[in-house]
Nanobody, 115 residues
């Protein structure tokens, strides 16, 4: 089983930056993929970014070039660096980990982009 603890959400102005963190209860060396999803009211949950155990990354078109996902295995943590934030980025961001065929989810972290 994998527990995921998120931090770093909050309120930011358009054009600003935030870094989300997700700490896993076990070494990220053993986790096949880690990623971030987001869901805004009235919209379906969408994949934001994912990183595999061999460092392959994928981003949603809407965030490509602005967001960066990374893994720090020494800290059992995955990060989402969010730059040039837009109001449409406002959502609950949820950390996800795939481990031995099961998906695990964090509690979600609210990100609000507003002037």
């Amino acid at each position: 089983q994998v527990q995921l603890v998120e931090s770093g959400g909050g309120l930011v102005q358009p054009g600003g930056s935030l870094r989300l963190s997700c700490e896993a209860s076990r070494s990220t060396f053993s986790i096949t993929t880690m990623g971030w999803y987001r869901q805004a009211p009235g919209k379906q949950r969408e994949l934001v970014a994912v990183c595999t155990d061999i460092g392959i990354t994928h981003y949603a078109d809407s965030v490509k070039g602005r967001f960066t996902i990374s893994r720090d295995n020494a800290k059992n943590t995955v990060y989402l660096e969010m730059n040039s934030l837009k109001p449409e980025d406002t959502a609950v961001y949820v950390c996800n980990a795939l481990y031995r065929g099961y998906s695990y989810w964090g509690q979600g972290s609210q990100v609000t982009v507003s002037s």
